[in-house]
């Protein structure tokens, strides 16, 4: 039987907040929600199938940015409608000039959807163009 990931991320959460529960010498109190339940898939730069990708392009809302300036983005996260999480390396934009890559502040500070155009290189999915997403 196999068990989807997400399934065991919360397999394994609740294995360890029993095992705590019952280590405990306080006072028995009902537990407090510790966790959010994650998105139905989630997948990460380097760890792709292409069973588990979306076609290019996908749209979807700004998580996170890895950057070091306004220019000097490295990557970023983005939810899809459907929930899936997917991590995005940048390439060399073919639109670096109508979509610099600073804008991707706005989209996230905004929660305007962004549509991402990318291809998957060494198991990375590398964006070569970015757009508004209407």
């Not at 990557?75 to 670096?96: I, K, P, S």
């Not at 060494?122 to 508004?132: C, Q």
Request: charged fraction near 15%; proline fraction near 9%.
């Amino acid at each position: 039987m196999t068990i989807p990931v997400g399934g065991r991320l919360v397999a394994i959460v609740l294995v360890v907040a029993a095992v705590l529960a019952g280590c405990s010498g306080a006072a028995e109190t009902p537990p407090v929600a510790a966790f959010t339940r994650p998105p139905v898939s989630s997948i990460v730069a380097g760890a792709p199938t292409a069973s588990d990708l979306p076609d290019s392009p996908i749209a979807g809302v700004l998580t996170s940015i890895d950057a070091t300036g306004l220019t000097e983005v490295h990557g970023f996260t983005l939810r899809t409608v459907a929930g899936q999480d997917l991590t995005f390396v940048m390439g060399t934009l073919e639109n670096g000039n109508e979509f610099p890559p600073g804008h991707l502040n706005e989209h996230l500070a905004a929660a305007a959807p962004v549509l991402v155009y990318f291809k998957v290189q060494d198991g990375k999915l590398v964006v070569y163009r970015l757009e508004d997403a209407p």
